[in-house]
């Protein structure tokens, strides 16, 4: 499960302004079984600091991982009914890594070429994401609903590729589980990518 996931974690990002995530992508939940080993880690801490509820947490831990893993292959499901040919897009920043590398997608560039939203981009790079864009038939552009992006809208005027908002990469809304996060991004891309022409 690991192959592929490294490819995006050491490549040329530096430290930024904003959220700073350094010199690695920290947009792990975008592959559940690395959000698996994680809930794994955790229920092994909890035993190890409250052992008299060792078998709670035990028991949690493993529906949770089981659930997690049934997750794995309902995006897979999901993502298959995208054609071959549609599987490429924009968004606003390097947060698709992990499900770019996990189940097939290719990111072909981001408005801001960072891990960090709040970065700047120059105009020599938005000039090469709008030819990007052009070279490669693009129609659709996925603008995160945490970092709305100007330069999305000069990239939308310059190419006439439909923006499709409301893409949420780093937070959960307000009661929602990270299965029902996940598979609400997933949707989003997939209803967007299956029928653009």
Do not use: C, M
């Not at 992006?149 to 590729?161: D, K, L, R």
């Amino acid at each position: 499960d690991e192959e592929g996931h490294d490819d995006h974690d050491e490549e040329g990002h530096d430290d930024h302004a904003g959220h700073d995530h350094g010199a690695y992508d920290p947009h792990f939940w975008f592959d559940p079984n690395r959000v698996a080993y994680a809930a794994e880690y955790i229920e092994s801490k909890l035993v190890e600091f409250d052992p008299s509820n060792a078998s709670d947490y035990e028991a949690a831990g493993k529906a949770y991982v089981t659930e997690l893993k049934g997750l794995v292959g309902q995006v897979s499901e999901l993502i298959s009914t995208i054609p071959s040919q549609n599987r490429k897009l924009i968004t606003t920043h390097e947060s698709l890594g992990y499900l770019e590398a996990k189940f097939g997608l290719e990111v072909l560039s981001t408005i801001i070429p960072s891990l960090d939203s709040a970065n700047e981009i120059s105009p020599s790079q938005l000039v090469g994401v709008i030819d990007l864009i052009e070279d490669n038939n693009v129609k659709v552009i996925f603008i995160e609903a945490e970092a709305p992006s100007v330069y999305a809208e000069t990239i939308v005027a310059e190419t006439g590729i439909r923006p499709v908002e409301g893409l949420w990469v780093e937070t959960l809304k307000e009661g929602q589980s990270y299965p029902e996060f996940l598979f609400e991004a997933v949707e989003l891309i997939v209803e967007n990518l299956r029928n653009t022409d």
